[in-house]
């Protein structure tokens, strides 16, 4: 039997990293996943692996690192010596950035070229995906953001992420490394984290709807973005490691909405009136937001046949659906 590909993911406690490992252990890769130490339980998305079947257990290591720590970082790349790394691990939220700036570059920024770096320096020749962002798009002119729409980045947070993204490439021409960037636009699931919108207006409706919450408190409900589900865009990090060429792609639905559709059509889908409950909040605004993003995933889909089966309708319906089971569940 041929060896199993190995598989590194760093944020693999996440909301992308715990849908790419199940994804990875279900195509027969043995998945290891960067974990840190906290005071409070951080692996609950990725507890229900650990707890399937003997054999997929077998297949799935975590091991204590940061992206902060290139020892850390070096002593993993050399003893698991993966086939393939997907480096999703950052300081993640846009708004925590502006409050948190220098520690967010030095995750999200410095995180990857640490880990480029460990590979170079290491000879460990894996393919590289780079989890960038459509928050690189900033403010932007295009109506559609594609592979060449140039960057604007408005916070502390993409202006990391326009790093990442830059010296990946750098990587790829100065040392022939097969690595990628998937410029992913905003990906949602009943795994979000609370304190993204999508996920804080679903839990908000399951509880307001349970008689447990009377308001829901938000910033800029004008800001446009195109959401898809998390499930499908994994798939489509996984897709770009396995083609002949290394090359760059946008993943997104093609569709846009406000702040302000996702809320109505959240609280409409449990036959709530929207303006009974929500009210704007100045603490939830950014110094500097995107206004519009909107993606045109048309590379994706002639290049690798990545096309998204979730879209936004049916993305609102399962996640508030799964925030009522929860509380149900409770
Ligand atoms: P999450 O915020 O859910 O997960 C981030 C992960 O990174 C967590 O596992 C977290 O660990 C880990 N992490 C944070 N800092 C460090 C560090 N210093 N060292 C090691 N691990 C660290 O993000 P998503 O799953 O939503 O996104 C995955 C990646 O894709 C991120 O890089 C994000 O910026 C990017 N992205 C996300 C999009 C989206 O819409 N979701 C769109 C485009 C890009 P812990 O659990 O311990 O906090
Ligand atoms: P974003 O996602 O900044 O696009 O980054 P987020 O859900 O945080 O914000 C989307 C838009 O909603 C507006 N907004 C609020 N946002 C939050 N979090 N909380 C609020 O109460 C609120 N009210 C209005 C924001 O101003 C913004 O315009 C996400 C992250 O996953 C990034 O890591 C990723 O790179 C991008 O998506 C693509």
Not at 54 to 74: A, I, K, M, R, W
Not at 238 to 266: C, K, N
């Amino acid at each position: 039997m041929p060896e199993a590909k190995r598989a590194l993911i760093t944020g693999i406690t996440g909301q992308d990293g715990s849908y790419l490992a199940e994804l990875l252990l279900s195509k027969g890769y043995q998945v290891w996943g960067i974990i840190r130490r906290s005071s409070s339980l951080n692996t609950s998305r990725i507890e229900h692996i650990r707890r399937s079947s003997p054999e997929q257990e077998s297949n799935f290591q975590l091991v204590y690192g940061d992206l902060t720590d290139s020892s850390s970082l070096n002593q993993i790349l050399q003893s698991v010596q993966p086939h393939e790394i997907y480096n999703l691990a950052a300081q993640s939220h846009v708004k925590v950035s502006f409050e948190v700036p220098e520690y967010t570059a030095d995750t999200t920024a410095l995180g990857a070229l640490r880990l480029l770096e460990g590979m170079r320096q290491l000879g460990v020749k894996a393919r590289y995906y780079q989890a960038s962002s459509s928050e690189m798009f900033g403010q932007t002119e295009a109506d559609a953001q594609k592979e060449t729409t140039p960057f604007h980045p408005r916070s502390p947070y993409a202006c990391s992420k326009v790093f990442a993204y830059w010296i990946t490439i750098n990587y790829r021409e100065s040392y022939g490394m097969f690595a990628v960037n998937g410029i992913l636009f905003n990906h949602e699931s009943p795994r979000r984290g609370e304190t993204f919108v999508t996920r804080k207006i679903s839990m908000a409706v399951a509880r307001i709807k349970a008689g447990l919450q009377d308001k829901l408190y938000l910033g800029n409900l004008d800001a446009q973005r195109d959401w898809g589900y998390a499930g499908d865009y994994v798939e489509a990090m996984w897709m770009m490691l396995q083609q002949d060429q290394p090359e760059d792609y946008v993943i997104g639905t093609g569709e846009t909405h406000s702040v302000r559709d996702f809320v109505e059509e959240a609280f409409t889908s449990v036959g709530l009136d929207w303006r009974d409950y929500v009210e704007i909040d100045p603490r939830f605004f950014r110094p500097a937001d995107v206004e519009y993003l909107r993606c045109d995933p048309g590379k994706a889909k002639r290049k690798m046949g990545w096309e998204p089966r979730v879209k936004f309708h049916e993305l609102v319906k399962m996640m508030v659906e799964a925030d009522l089971e929860e509380l149900k569940a409770r």
